[in-house]
DNA sequence: AAAAGCCCCTGGATGC
DNA sequence: TGCATCCAGGGGCTTT
C-alpha cells in the first residue's frame, strides 16, 4: 500500500505485462471513492498503451481516453492471466487479452476514474495541484527551500500535502525527517537552506531505497503480482513509540498532527 | 492563498 | 467469547 514506493513497484510490476493489450470485460464492485465516470461497457475493446504513475496516481493510457486509480489507505492492484473468483473487497477489475487486473481495496478510500484526455476536468482537478516529483531532477534543494519558506505551518504537515512534492505519505515523513534531524513539529518556514537542503535529500534517500527494495514497506504490501517488498528497510522511527532510538537509545516519542500521528527522536530531532 | 477540520469505509488490535 | 473503542499508510472538500 500505497505512499509513492509501493506505486511505483506496483506500476513496474504489471505495467509492461498490459501494454498492448486489449480490454474484453470489466467488472466493478462496490462503489469506491469516486465514481468511474463512463458506464463499464464503454471500456470493452479499447487497447491498453501503457501505465504511468504521478504522485500515487496510475494512469492507465487508452488508446480513447485513461483510467486513474488510486490504492487510497488499503487498496492493491493484481494483475495475472488468471485470477481466482473476485471476493468481497474486489471492487474494479478489468479481463484484458494479456491477462486481468483487480483493485481489492477493503477500506474503498481508493478509486478507478475514467478521463477522456489528460485535459479534462477530472484529471486537472485531481492531479492539478500536485507538486514535485522527488526522485526527479525536477526536485531541487533550493526549490524546496524557496517552497518550504512560503509555508507557516509544521515541517511534517507540508511534506503530507503533496503540493509542494508528492508521494510522502505518513510512514516515510517520518523517517525522512527523523534522517535530516529535523522535528516534525518545525515551521516550515523556518528551515535553513542547509536543513532544507538536508531534508530533501533525506527525501530521495528513504524513498528511493523504499522503490529500490521493491516497494519495501514497514507493513504488509505485495505488488500487482502478488509479490512482497524485500522489507529490508526497517522504521527508525515509525511506530516505535517507547522504543530506544536506533541511533542514540533515547525513547521515541509520538505525536498528533492533523489526525495524523507522527514520531521522532527527541534526541536526533531537536529542533 | 493558506491552514485546519471533517469525512469517506472496513478490519484488526486492544481492553473490559 | 462478546462487545465497544480506537486506530490505520490518503486526500478532497468545506470552512476559517
Redesign the pocket.
Known sequence: ???LP?VEATRQSFADKIAGSTVLCVRTG?PL?WPLACAPARLVGRQVLGVRRR???LLIDLDQGLLLV?L???GSLGFALHLPEPG??DHFQIVTTRGTLRLHD????GCVVYAESEASETVR??LG?LGVEPLTDDFCASRFHAGLR?????IK??L?A?DLVVGV???YASEALFLAGIRPTVR?AKLSLPRATRLHAAIRDVLGRALAGGGS?L???SNANGESGHFQLEAMVYAREGQPCRVCAAPIRALRQ????SFYCPQCQKA
Open positions: 500500500m500505497p505512499e509501493e462496490k471513492r504522485g500515487k496516481y488510486h487510497g489507505m488499503s468481497p473487497h477493503p477500506r474503498r478510500f482537478k485531481l495541484k512560503r509555508r507557516q505551518t509544521a504537515q507540508v503530507l503533496g505519505g505518513n510512514i516550515a514497506t507493513r504488509n504490501f492533523g489526525q495524523r500521528s
